[in-house]
């Protein structure tokens, strides 16, 4: 069975700093993929950032980036050059093939003028 | 380019009563897939489903909640006899045939059961 860990609940970072959120993962398949959603206060869902485990290079989608660490089993998001706007819920996820997502329990990010 | 319609965006009902939560999803995606969001959790799976066709509903309670994607219009999430614990946000998400790469959500319906 697949399981999503994020282990950091909440998150205070400074304006313009670089921030990393952890996300690791635990299945024994080979084939997967790996999210990564915002959630602001307003509740919707935004997709930012997709990698494949047999994606050689760390996907990137502008300031985000995902330090992909097949071995570690860890999919950290990581957001350059943080902005008052960044400050959300952020949540990993993953799937097989066209199935369903398994999410963590996500990580609130506050970015601090 | 319209991305996956959820409404009502928000719905209130008293105990009891039903709740259809209606997902259109984007232009060409055939695959649809409801997740619950109780407060301050992350989203769980509840029902994939293709047209006319119920793939996956493990995550779906046994008994009051049904799921259908009819072959012509949206998709319905329906629950019956509403309950207090029903409150939570409900997202939609849809894919094409091929690999899922791009989940993308609905902005969500918030039941809330008074």
């Known amino acids: 069975a697949q399981k999503i860990t994020q282990t950091q609940p909440g998150m205070f970072v400074q304006e313009k700093e670089a921030v990393t959120l952890d996300c690791t993962y635990d299945t024994s398949d080979q084939s997967y993929g790996l999210f990564w959603y915002k959630q602001p206060s307003s509740g919707e869902m935004i997709f930012l950032i997709y990698q494949g485990s047999y994606d050689e290079q760390n996907a990137t989608e502008g300031r985000y980036s995902l330090n992909f660490q097949k071995a570690r089993k860890s999919a950290n998001l990581v957001i350059s050059a943080s902005q008052l706007g960044d400050s959300a819920m952020y949540f990993c996820a993953m799937n097989f093939g066209n199935e369903k997502l398994t999410f963590g329990t996500g990580t609130r990010l506050t970015i601090i003028p | 380019n319209a991305g996956v319609m959820q409404n009502p965006r928000h719905l209130v009902r008293r105990r009891g009563q039903e709740a259809r939560l209606r997902c259109s999803p984007m232009k060409g995606h055939s695959h649809v897939y409801w997740y619950r969001q109780l407060p301050e959790e992350g989203l769980k799976f509840m029902v994939y489903l293709q047209k006319e066709n119920i793939i996956d509903e493990s995550g779906m309670p046994k008994e009051r909640f049904s799921a259908e994607f009819p072959k012509e219009g949206p998709s319905i999430l329906r629950i019956q006899q509403v309950v207090r614990g029903d409150s939570a946000a409900y997202f939609c998400?849809?894919?094409?045939?091929?690999?899922?790469?791009?989940?993308?959500f609905g902005q969500g319906t918030r039941l809330t059961v008074v």
């Open positions: 998400a849809s894919s094409g045939q091929v690999l899922n790469t791009e989940a993308f």
